[in-house]
């Protein structure tokens, strides 16, 4: 989307699934179900064996949605998925490899961080947004609202451990957006094709978005 920023667009998204499953035929159940479900970005993680194709298929099927590569922890892993589509890239930690790389890419990276000083680094580096992980394990809603207090010019997005009832929580706390993992999308529920539940879930978080 040609003069919108990242952020601006995971902000109007404000909700983040994260797709982690252990296979392509899951993974990909998952980006569709949840699609229909009316999230409008999607992070496929490269733990998803052979996640650049999954990316890329998702792209063909679904070309107006924001979709993102996570676990990104290798330049090469960084430049298959700008191959694939992807709009952004997201790692759990700061990866000086993949900042450099994506320099050539003109592709967003949002690196992760734990405390203040990781936080305030990764601004600095360029990241447009940080990835705040692991959020619940860090504090929760009451750990990012302290990182908005010395840091409100940064735009953060908590994520790991996050449920269903805590995504308007961290909304209220200043999250841009919550990115969110197994709870939305269970890989038993997916490997049962319990399609109701999975979209009936994300229904429920998206509500709590005001969406």
Known sequence: MVGVS????????????????PDRVTA????????EAGCTALEITFSVPDAASVIAALRRRAPDLLIGAGTVLRPEQAKAAHD?????????C???GVREAVRSLSIPFLPGAATPTEVFAAHEQGAPLVKVFPAATLGGPGY??????????????????????????????GATCVGIGGSIA??????????S???????????????
Request: negative net charge; charged residues 25%.
């Open 94 to 96: 700061g990866v000086p």
């Open 28 to 35: 990909e159940r998952a980006c569709d179900w949840l699609a």
């Open 144 to 173: 990012l609202k302290t990182l908005r207090s010395v840091f409100p010019g940064i735009a953060l997005m908590p994520t790991g451990g996050i449920d269903t009832g805590d995504i308007a929580g961290y909304l209220e706390a």
């Open 6 to 21: 990242i952020v601006d667009r995971l902000g109007a998204a404000r909700l983040v699934p994260v797709v982690r499953t």
């Open 197 to 211: 539940h999975v979209i009936e879930t994300a229904r429920a978080m998206l509500d709590q978005c005001g969406r």
């Open 186 to 195: 269970p890989v038993e529920r997916l490997e049962r094709n319990d399609k």
């Open 84 to 92: 694939a589509g992807a709009e952004f890239l997201v790692a759990p």
